[in-house]
Nanobody
């Protein structure tokens, strides 16, 4: 059974930075894609950023130029560096690991507020 665990959320002031981490463990198959998604209250879950094992990267339009995703393939770990945070970035951030199936973490809360 694949386990996906996120960490690094919290409360930050507008303009500040946070770094999220996600570790996927227990997979018998190579993890092709890892990504970050977020969901604010009353909103649909949306893509923040994703990265494949060959380091092909996609970003959601609202975070381009502010967020950076990176990955350590050997450790099945993905990071999300979030800079210039805005109140509208507040959400629960979920990590997804994709093998032959998709596995999700429990989420970590990010709150951007003064």
């Amino acid at each position: 059974q694949v386990q996906v665990v996120e960490s690094g959320g919290g409360l930050v002031q507008p303009g500040g930075s946070l770094r999220l981490s996600c570790v996927a463990s227990g997979s018998m198959f190579s993890i092709y894609e890892m990504g970050w998604y977020r969901q604010a209250p009353g909103e649909q879950r949306e893509l923040v950023a994703s990265i494949t094992s060959s380091r092909k990267i996609n970003y959601g339009d609202s975070v381009k130029g502010r967020f950076t995703i990176s990955r350590d393939n050997g450790q099945n770990t993905v990071y999300l560096q979030m800079n210039s945070l805005k109140p509208e970035d507040s959400a629960v951030y979920y990590c997804k690991a994709g093998t032959v199936n998709e596995y999700w973490g429990q989420g970590t809360q990010v709150t951007v507020s003064s």
